[in-house]
């Protein structure tokens, strides 16, 4: 299976990345850990939407789109960290993850 080129990026790795540490952490609160789960998944698939794109003004919608998942995702998993739902150090390193993933989005942006 080959994989498309958008697959080699950066930004699709570290995506992908923050979906699969939030579907690991084990979030204890059943709706914390759907809400979490569902906003890095779709994180992860509007940056996948976007990437390919040829048309700039759809890769910034989609890319809008991606950060505003992260920020959701980010902020559920901190919350889950507040009523400690998740340990401190799963919570802390989708942390780390989701601002990078926030950092690449804005300059895909620019």
């Known amino acids: 299976m080959s994989d498309m080129p958008f697959q080699k990026l950066d930004v699709y790795v570290a995506a992908r990345e923050l979906a699969r540490r939030v579907h690991t952490a084990g979030i204890r609160d059943a709706e914390l850990r759907d809400q979490a789960t ?22 910034r919608r989609h890319f809008t789109l991606a950060l505003g998942s992260v920020h959701e995702a980010v ?22 993850l989701g601002d990078r993933l926030r950092r690449m989005l804005v300059a895909l942006m620019r």
């Open 38 to 59: 569902r906003a890095a998944r779709s994180a992860f698939l509007n940056l996948c939407e976007g990437l390919p794109h040829a048309s700039p003004g759809m890769r």
């Open 75 to 96: 902020g559920a998993v901190d919350l889950a960290g507040a009523v400690e739902a998740i340990g401190a150090g799963d919570a802390k390193a989708v942390a780390v």
